[in-house]
């Protein structure tokens, strides 16, 4: 079965740092590029990074650029979002999404999510 | 960037209605749009990508259609599984995932 699992959330003081964690199962892991995206609780989907399959493209939404940083262990089948200098606007749920392509791009979709995991910044 | 835009942002339909959804575009995303479901307390799921082409697994009450900058996901017979928020999302440039604002479908 193809899997996503999200972990790392938690609540988490303004101007803190936290890393979430996601690991994958069921699929040839180096094979997609992969995405964060987020859900600020009763709120709409905000796509926030992604990675290609070998780690050399990433890419940020503007919210986020320069405070998180998206990356990726092949070896061990994890995606990993360090996330630095939270604002309580980063308060959400994070997923984890699979890509249907090596690259992320003009096409690009995601089929497989993982159940999400909540930070909560606040103080 | 571009900007995607959904209309209604909530509606109520009873079992067995025809349900229609608009998502627009602020600039041409030739057929770069996915649609997708979502249920409280879950993950999005892949109805429909590249404007048209319904996700395996997913039934046939689905469909997509536009181009350009106007598409619309459509539920042939409203079943009460459907009811939940639908997003559309354009995969034309960076930021590669934007999303529409949603639309709440409801029990009438």
């Known amino acids: 079965e193809v899997q996503l699992v999200e972990s790392g959330g938690g609540l988490v003081q303004p101007g803190r740092s936290l890393r979430l964690s996601c690991a994958a199962s069921?699929?040839?892991?180096?094979?997609?590029?992969l995405h964060w995206v987020r859900q600020a609780p009763g709120k709409g989907l905000e796509w926030v990074s992604g990675?290609?399959?070998?780690?050399?493209?990433?890419a940020y939404a503007d919210s986020v650029k320069g405070r998180f940083t998206i990356s990726r262990d092949n070896a061990k089948q994890f995606l990993y979002l360090q996330m630095d200098s939270l604002r309580a606007e980063d308060t959400a749920f994070y997923y984890c999404?699979?890509?249907?392509?090596?690259?992320?791009?003009?096409?690009?979709?995601?089929?497989?999510w993982g159940q999400g995991t909540l930070v909560t910044v606040s103080s | 960037d571009i900007q995607m835009t959904q209309s209604p942002s909530s509606l109520s339909a009873s079992v067995g209605d025809r349900v229609t959804i608009t998502c627009r575009a602020s600039?041409?995303?030739?057929?770069?749009l996915n649609w997708y479901q979502q249920k409280p307390g879950k993950a999005p799921k892949l109805l429909i990508y590249?404007?048209?082409n319904l996700q395996s697994g997913v039934p046939s009450r689905f469909s997509g259609s536009g181009s350009g900058t106007d598409f619309i996901l459509t539920i042939s017979s409203l079943q009460p599984e459907d009811f939940a928020s639908y997003y559309c999302q354009q995969s034309y440039t960076t930021p590669l995932f934007t999303f529409g604002p949603g639309t709440k479908v409801e029990i009438k």
């Open positions: 590249a404007a048209s």
């Open positions: 600039q041409s995303i030739s057929t770069y």
């Open positions: 999404a699979k890509d249907r392509a090596h690259y992320y791009g003009s096409g690009s979709y995601s089929s497989t």
């Open positions: 069921g699929f040839n892991f180096d094979d997609y590029a």
């Open positions: 990675i290609s399959w070998n780690s050399v493209n990433t």
